[in-house]
């Protein structure tokens, strides 16, 4: 069964600095493609970030480049998104997801993700 689980939110002020994890089990995880996607109070889902399996392939939407770093740990079967300079309009819930072909490109789209986490909660404020 698949599975991922996140963790690392919490209440960051402004500027400040959080990292979110995702522990993955069920599958082969470094055969898949991962993403980052989030979803703040009263928005739909937004992409946030992906990176391929071999973890050398990153990609961001405009709102967080130069902000946040995707990687993964494929002996570890993790996930995770460093998030630096965090202003408030990065309030959400993060979810981790896997990509649903193996070895695919990366994708911007959450439909093309399957398999979800249940979501860490990030609080940007002062």
């Known amino acids: 069964e698949v599975q991922l689980v996140e963790s690392g939110g919490g209440l960051v002020q402004p500027g400040g600095s959080l990292r979110l994890s995702c522990a993955a089990s069920g599958f082969t995880f470094s055969s898949y493609a991962m993403s980052w996607v989030r979803q703040a109070p009263g928005k739909g889902l937004e992409w946030v970030s992906a990176?391929?399996?071999?973890?050398?392939?990153?990609t961001y939407v405009d709102s967080v480049k130069g902000r946040f770093t995707i990687s993964r740990d494929n002996s570890k079967n993790t996930v995770a998104l460093q998030m630096n300079s965090l202003k408030a309009e990065d309030t959400a819930v993060y979810y981790c997801?896997?990509?649903?072909?193996?070895?695919?490109?990366?994708?911007?789209?959450?439909?093309?993700?399957?398999?979800w986490g249940q979501g860490t909660q990030v609080t940007v404020s002062s």
């Open positions: 997801a896997r990509q649903n072909r193996p070895y695919g490109s990366t994708s911007r789209s959450p439909g093309e993700y399957g398999y």
């Open positions: 990176i391929n399996s071999g973890g050398d392939g990153l």
